[in-house]
């Protein structure tokens, strides 16, 4: 069972938006840093973003700098990913992680999926006219 669960994937054409949404319902988020990664047919899963658990820090896989924004309100216990532009090669299943730890360094350096504990089932994304 997991404990996190996405919405918000589907099927958009190239240069459109859209927003992923995490909802943690069995635990509080505030004191958990949170990632988002995504898996294309073939490839590794790939950290796409991070958020610290007071959302003070945050960090991007180059390919998506300028036009995806994680963000997190941990009020309504969720954590978003809104996704600008999309291009074709962003097509994948994409994963919600987390991880307790509300240190501002978490999300320094790569985005390892090692580094993360608790999981979603994904969430597909696919771009394509």
């Known amino acids: 069972q997991s404990l996190l669960l996405e919405s918000g994937g589907g099927l958009v054409q190239p240069g459109w938006s859209a927003r992923l949404s995490c909802v943690a319902p069995?635990?509080?988020?505030?004191?958990?840093?949170f990632a988002w990664f995504r898996q294309a047919p073939g490839k590794e899963r790939e950290g796409v973003s991070c958020?610290?658990?007071?959302?003070?820090?945050?960090n991007y896989v180059d390919s998506v700098k300028g036009r995806f924004t994680i963000s997190r309100d941990n009020a309504k216990n969720t954590v978003y990913l809104q996704m600008n532009n999309l291009k074709p090669e962003d097509t994948a299943v994409y994963y919600c992680?987390?991880?307790?730890?509300?240190?501002?360094?978490?999300?320094?350096?790569?985005?390892?999926?090692?580094?993360?504990?608790?999981w979603g089932q994904g969430t597909q994304v696919t771009v394509s006219s």
């Open positions: 069995d635990f509080t988020l505030d004191r958990y840093t």
């Open positions: 958020i610290t658990a007071n959302g003070d820090n945050t």
């Open positions: 992680a987390g991880v307790w730890g509300p240190y501002p360094t978490m999300c320094a350096g790569a985005i390892r999926k090692e580094q993360f504990d608790y």
